[in-house]
């Protein structure tokens, strides 16, 4: 069904919900799914279209017996990072329709419904010379290779350029890319891109370069400025290309369906939401950690913990999250502190499947109170992602509690710490993460990292518009949040 054209494009709102409605009511759900979709997917940017879906949702909640098709359709539209909180649809509607106790009661349900979208993955050490290869596969012929000053020192981007060589390929550099990448490195990004005829692109690097390479192709691509594309699903037209390389052991980048970037004028950081966000093809090279500072591994590494612990939380969970998620907290367990401590190629690749796997677990779940807490503080002081994650982490922990207790056993458990009954795992867990954040050297307060108490109210409230608080165990309004940050200081 193109957009605006056909039936749908011809009918009003009142007719567009009402045909919904009645398709579900006669148990014709499988018609009714297929026009959801076809709206979902050839719609986008129409906030207009999902608003009657969703609205159409409220209103048959309660009204209808669902079969399997609703609820798929249910966490198609509310659930998945891809598809849920559509552009036209506040977080505040998104929670009304997921938090519903009637749906939630209808319950087990939930758990046999999901997508799961991935990458191609390569993973192994000596990986980076497959680069070329790799944007070649995908069609290149002349590469925009994205990546930061320091990684050219360290001689990452020279084995880039040479696997680009050997592949016969043409590229053009561009390290305009600094710690939280800016909308205006992005926007100058995108028009170099387009000036030089380039097609594939290739991001080299931690968090920063790799959301740089996803904004570049946002702009490239659909044009205007960064900030038009906040939110969930406001991106029209299909990207270029793009494989990621990760340098670091947390971000996650490289696998997500999310890109983060600072608004300058605002001094806040933009979260970009959108399937067509993850890249074509991971590319994962754990000698590439060889170089990475001391400090950058603990805090990259505890940003990874802090993703497989929020999507292991969070209420969109699945069974295939959850692998992932306990996966990279066992991997992180096992081999952090040995990373930080004695740099051993195992420890160091075992934290590049943690990231990998909490990449795959948060990019399909969401997250929680610790990334929206953390995207303002970051966007307001500039600070290391992974040091803010570490410090609010513990106390958002606490104040989940509450409510994840059924899944606090087999989190003990991927900490280490077997048997139990979930008031012992609580402790367990609160323990497990303080020491694990401890013995590796971690920030452990937001004063620490030039924070400013009299800042917190302001934070907590910008933290409320974050979209990872959708997804929280337990939600929290901006005193909650507060409480929170205090503790942390």
């Not at 016969?168 to 710690?179: E, K, P, Q």
């Not at 950081?269 to 754990?286: E, F």
């Amino acid at each position: 069904m193109p957009r605006d054209t056909g039936v749908w494009g011809f009918m009003g709102r009142f007719a567009q919900k009402r045909l919904i409605q009645a398709l579900w009511k006669v148990g014709i759900t499988a018609t009714a799914w297929n026009i959801c979709t076809a709206v979902g997917a050839d719609c986008l940017g129409k906030g207009e279209c999902r608003g009657i879906i969703l609205e159409s949702f409220r209103e048959t909640v309660n009204k209808t017996s669902f079969d399997t098709v609703a609820w798929a359709l249910l966490v198609y539209l509310v659930r998945l990072p891809a598809h849920g909180l559509w552009s036209g649809v506040s977080h505040d509607q998104g929670r009304e329709v997921f938090r519903k106790e009637s749906l939630m009661d209808k319950g087990n349900n939930l758990l046999h419904h999901y997508k799961f979208e991935v990458p191609e993955i390569v993973f192994g050490r000596g990986m980076l010379s497959q680069v070329g290869s790799c944007a070649r596969r995908l069609g290149g012929r002349k590469i925009f290779l994205v990546s930061d000053q320091g990684l050219f020192k360290a001689g990452w981007v020279d084995q880039v350029m040479k696997s680009l060589m050997e592949a016969g390929l043409d590229f053009i550099y561009y390290d305009h890319v600094s710690i939280n990448p800016k909308d205006l490195e992005i926007e100058e990004g995108a028009r170099e891109y387009l000036r030089h005829g380039t097609d594939v692109i290739v991001g080299l690097g931690g968090g920063s370069a790799m959301d740089a390479a996803k904004g570049i192709a946002i702009l490239s691509a659909n044009g205007g400025r960064i900030r038009d594309y906040e939110g969930t699903d406001r991106i029209i037209r299909p990207l270029p290309p793009m494989v990621l390389c990760p340098t670091t052991c947390g971000t996650g980048s490289d696998v997500s369906q999310f890109a983060i970037i600072t608004d300058t004028e605002k001094r806040c950081k933009l979260t970009l939401m959108s399937r067509c966000i993850a890249p074509d093809i991971s590319l994962t090279d754990p000698d590439t950690l060889k170089t990475l500072p001391e400090e950058y591994i603990c805090t990259t590494a505890t940003d990874a913990l802090s993703h497989a612990l929020e999507a292991f939380f969070s209420i969109a969970s699945t069974t295939l999250t959850d692998v992932h998620a306990i996966k990279a907290i066992r991997l992180l367990n096992a081999s952090l502190v040995q990373a930080v401590r004695e740099h051993t190629p195992d420890a160091m690749e075992n934290l590049s499947r943690a990231s990998l796997h909490a990449g795959m677990a948060f990019s399909n779940s969401l997250l929680g109170i610790v990334h929206a807490l953390a995207h303002p503080i970051g966007g307001y002081y500039n600070a290391n992602h992974g040091s803010i994650n570490a410090v609010l982490l513990p106390e958002v922990i606490r104040y989940d509690l509450p409510v994840v207790t059924e899944k606090l056993p087999e989190l003990a458990w991927g900490l280490g710490h077997g048997g139990g009954d979930a008031a012992s795992a609580s402790e367990v867990v609160q323990e497990a993460v303080e020491s694990l954040l401890e013995a590796c050297g971690a920030p452990r307060s937001l004063r620490s990292l030039g924070v400013q108490r009299e800042d917190l109210p302001d934070l907590a409230e910008k933290a409320l518009h974050d979209a990872c608080l959708m997804t929280s165990p337990r939600q929290a309004d901006a005193k909650d949040l507060l409480t929170i940050l205090e503790r942390a200081y």
